[in-house]
């Protein structure tokens, strides 16, 4: 049974987070407060709870954004395009082969694949864009998933970042996947994490909510004294 809790990270944005059975993964439902259009990131294995959301708070997505290519991130994709058939899914470039490959999307492995519709836009590091009025900046930190991607909101104080697999409450994400790389999630969280205000609100794809600060000092694995070794 999903769970939704209503989460207010920065002042002007409102959160849905819809956390799915059987990976505990977390979907978000982004929209500026009093706005009527949301963006879907990540939609999981609930995806009714979503749509049922949505549909009650009277809102219209623009689009569903997707931090990696993994299974528990993407189930949702294709119950949502059935609802809004011209919904847009976008996806870092390295990740985009996942959504149609059920051993790179990792379904394969638990025995029941599963392939999602393809991406109508590749993201690259960097990118800017805004979607339902939500600025947004486009980060590359791979490791957990080669082609992983987080997303940044722009111009609001503290900062936000949807952080898919990367960071966790006092966690990372796992790195013993076929293309996982223990140092490159390393560097990248050191070089595009925590590099921002120790302020910054981290929502990550898994787990509670974090900041920026409260991981350099607390994460086991990756903090200010550098990265001490790998989790599986
Ligand atoms: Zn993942």
């Known amino acids: 049974m999903a769970v939704i809790d209503i989460l207010f990270p920065s002042p002007g944005l409102r959160v849905a987070r819809i956390e799915s059975e059987p990976f505990a993964e977390h979907s978000y439902v982004v929209a500026p407060v009093g706005a009527k259009k949301c963006l879907v990131i990540d939609p999981g294995f609930e995806p009714e709870a979503i749509i049922d959301w949505i549909r009650t708070e009277g809102l219209v997505p623009e689009a569903i954004l997707l931090t990696h290519g993994h299974s528990d991130h993407i189930a949702g994709n294709e119950a ?13 470039r390295g990740d985009a082969g996942k959504l149609i490959d059920p051993m790179g999307n990792l379904s394969g492995l638990f025995g029941l694949p599963l392939c999602s519709p393809p991406a109508d836009r590749l993201l690259d590091h960097g990118e800017r864009l805004t979607v339902a009025g939500v600025p947004l900046m486009t980060l590359e930190i791979p490791g957990h998933s080669s082609g992983h991607v987080v997303y940044r909101v ?79």
């Open 154 to 232: 722009e111009d609001c104080r503290p900062p936000v970042v949807f952080g898919g697999d990367v960071l966790f409450h006092e966690g990372i994400g796992r790195t013993d996947f076929p293309d996982g790389d223990f140092q490159a999630l390393a560097t990248g969280i050191t070089t595009h994490l925590y590099t921002l205000p120790a302020e910054t609100v981290i929502l990550p794809g898994h787990g509670p909510t974090t900041t920026v600060g409260h991981e350099l000092h607390s994460n086991p694995f990756v903090n200010r004294r550098g990265s001490q070794g790998n989790v599986v």
């Open 80 to 92: 949502l395009r059935a609802e809004w058939p011209s919904l847009p899914i976008l996806i870092g």
